[in-house]
């Protein structure tokens, strides 16, 4: 490895799923804390601060930086929903390159579990009030965020003759992994039948079919591979690490069956000179189960249209080809708005060996995918075990 | 394009905007509008101040009020009203014949006959200050 090459040498997770004690910036914090102490670096040792903002009072990316104390040479506050981590990664890989910063930290937090309730993607004060931009086109319909997922799932269903059994085994092979997430908001194993007598919430997608709502947060401290060399953790590589857009509001999304991760996962693999076939654990955004089914095609896995078949054969469960989600996912576990972060951390576990239970067996590649909005921002991160591993 | 007048109108209303007013103005004289490109043929929906494909300045054209169900859900949770007072409904991607798509709701249906590749005709719901607001129904 060359000396500038970006490693993952921290990571931190705030108490979750359900923390009434912590702010959205008290999440930020306790992540951050606990992935410094996770390296051993001095907060000092930060010049460089990327996060999202704008979800909550104070959690802006400069008061973030004031109220942490971060004088950072390099900020970012790239905000494409969930999975502007991955984006994240991808800025900072490339700031620590260039040499615009020596260390950079990625936090997240979020209280909106404690703050808002359960009632997200189901909808909230819409009715009676004025709606400016592109949004103006969707919100006089009563269109809900689970809607617009189900939209993409119906279209898929009716091309490629996917089923909702096999949506449901995405739900099932999620909540195992739960089961052995102490902290998982739901750990009881469930069966197909189970997701598909849950309560219709928008055709076809079930209450189960639905990621949960939580509290949480979390961090990542990346440094380039020469720094890393003496700190407590075996640092983890970026070998790959690409983003693409296709559509923000969902009724922009032209092809109801392929997402930005056709284009940005190849690039990704084309970084690190990897293919599917070299991945031992995927952490893909499960904010549905439909979202898995359109990452996994669209990244490679099988081919377009065969997502349906090829879950059935349960190569994401554990023990199969391409485990997904070991820490329970947003389905089961936890996803408090934005879940793009608890996928990095997750695969910066399995490849460091510390996923417990839950550790796949020989992990040297982990894929993280993120998605934000509507299957409409995509970022894909390849990590592997590298550095002074 | 039907306009239904007399409705109590209490869903979200577009913001006024000098861009996207025009097209929620005519739906109110009951006229579907789309944009298209006087360079390069292309067409489009929503309204742009660009044409997506040249970036030459579009025109409005006037669609023929028919289309297909390209996707659609039956949404049946939803927190706030007047929404949730009228569970279960479907909100649907419209595919026009004209070569655009629009997002809406097929309405005075069985929401279970719904499927997608049924033909639909565009109405709009007079919904004060001149403004209408297309619906769909099944053809």
Request: some cysteine; charged content about 20%.
């Amino acid at each position: 490895m060359a000396a500038r090459d970006p490693v993952i040498v921290g990571v931190g997770l705030s108490d979750y799923p359900k923390a009434p004690d912590l702010s959205a910036v008290g999440h930020h914090a306790q992540a951050l804390q606990r992935a410094l102490a996770d390296c051993g670096l001095e907060k000092s040792a930060i010049d460089g601060f990327l996060s999202t903002g704008g979800m909550a009072p104070g959690d802006d990316p400069v008061t973030l930086a004031e109220t942490l104390g971060i004088e950072h040479r390099f900020i970012d506050g790239t905000m494409v929903g969930g999975s502007s981590f991955e984006f994240h990664v991808q800025h900072a890989v490339a700031a620590l390159r260039a040499g615009l910063c020596e260390t950079a930290a990625i936090t997240y937090g979020s209280d909106y579990l404690s703050r808002m309730g359960r009632a997200l993607g189901t909808g909230g004060g819409r009715g009676g009030r004025r709606v400016g931009g592109p949004m103006q086109f969707d919100a006089p319909y009563g269109n809900s965020l689970v809607g617009a997922y189900a939209m993409v799932a119906q279209r898929h269903m009716y091309e490629f003759g996917t089923t909702s059994e096999q949506l449901a085994e995405i739900a099932v092979g999620v909540r195992e992994y739960a089961g052995l997430n102490p902290n998982a908001l739901y750990r009881d194993p469930i069966g197909v039948e189970d997701v598909l007598g849950s309560r219709m919430i928008a055709d076809p997608l079930h209450k189960l079919d639905c990621c949960v709502v939580s509290d949480g947060g979390g961090a990542l401290i990346l440094t380039t591979e020469e720094r890393a060399r003496d700190l407590r953790q075996p640092a983890v590589s970026v070998l790959g690490a690409a983003g693409g857009m296709t559509h923000w509001n969902i009724h922009q999304m032209g092809d109801f069956t392929r997402s930005a991760a056709a284009r940005c996962a190849p690039e990704a693999f084309d970084q690190a000179g990897l293919t599917p076939a070299d991945v031992d654990v995927l952490q893909f955004y499960d904010s549905f189960t439909i979202t898995v089914l359109m990452l996994l095609e669209d990244a490679g896995f099988c081919a377009k249209g065969e997502g349906g078949p090829y879950v059935a054969e349960g190569f994401l469960r554990r023990g199969g080809r391409h485990p997904l989600n070991t820490d329970g996912g947003g389905l089961s576990s936890c996803h408090p708005g934005m879940r793009g972060v608890f996928l990095l951390i997750e695969s910066v576990r399995q490849l460091r060996g510390q996923a417990g239970e839950a550790q796949v067996p020989d992990c040297d590649v982990a894929l993280a995918i993120g998605s934000g909005g509507w299957l409409s921002a995509i970022g894909a991160v390849l990590l592997g075990r590298g550095g002074n591993a | 394009m039907e306009v239904v007048k007399g409705v109590d109108w209490q869903k979200p209303l577009p913001e006024p905007d000098p861009l996207y007013s025009v097209f929620w103005e005519a739906a109110g004289e009951g006229r579907l509008l789309y944009q298209l490109c006087p360079n390069c043929g292309h067409r489009q929906f929503y309204p742009r101040p660009l044409c997506l494909a040249c970036g030459a300045d579009p025109e409005w054209a006037e669609a023929s009020g028919v289309g297909e169900v390209y996707t659609y859900t039956v949404v049946r949770q939803f927190g706030a009203p007047p929404f949730k007072d009228e569970l279960p409904y479907v909100v649907a991607m419209i595919a026009l014949p004209e070569g655009v798509q629009m997002l809406g709701s097929i309405t005075d249906c069985d929401v279970d006959a719904v499927r997608i590749g049924l033909p639909v005709e565009a109405y709009a719901i007079a919904a004060g200050d001149g403004i209408g607001i297309p619906f769909w129904r099944l053809r």
